[in-house]
Nanobody, 127 residues
Framework: QVQLVDTGGGLVQAGGSLRLSCAAS????????MAWFRQTPGKEREIVAS????????YYTDAVKGRFTISRDNAKNMLYLQMNSLKPEDTAVYYC????????????????????WGQGTQVTVSS
């Protein structure tokens, strides 16, 4: 079993920054492929960014490229999402998620691939 606790959301003005954090426990963190998804009311959960087990390779959806950075610290069992130049359309509940087993060097973009989910953290960007 993997437990994920995601934190760091809040209210920010457009152009501002937030850093989301996800604390993982229960399994060896370096065995997990990780990602951030987001969801708004009435819409399906969508991929924001994903990262391989080692953290060497990352993926970003086009809407956040150049503004968001996903990273992980395998020694601290932590996943991060640095969000800069935030826009009102980034407003959503953001979820940390983990997949195990995961191939070394692979990242996953389909929500159905993931086994474990955090409780979500609300990000609201005002215009």
């Amino acid at each position: 079993q993997v437990q994920l606790v995601d934190t760091g959301g809040g209210l920010v003005q457009a152009g501002g920054s937030l850093r989301l954090s996800c604390a993982a426990s229960g399994l060896t963190f370096s065995s997990l492929a990780m990602a951030w998804f987001r969801q708004t009311p009435g819409k399906e959960r969508e991929i924001v960014a994903s990262i391989t087990r080692s953290g060497i390779t990352t993926y970003y959806t086009d809407a956040v490229k150049g503004r968001f950075t996903i990273s992980r610290d395998n020694a601290k069992n932590m996943l991060y999402l640095q969000m800069n130049s935030l826009k009102p359309e980034d407003t959503a509940v953001y979820y940390c998620t983990a997949k195990v087993p995961a191939s070394n060097g692979a990242y996953y973009t389909n929500s159905r691939s993931y086994n474990y989910w955090g409780q979500g953290t609300q990000v609201t960007v005002s215009s």
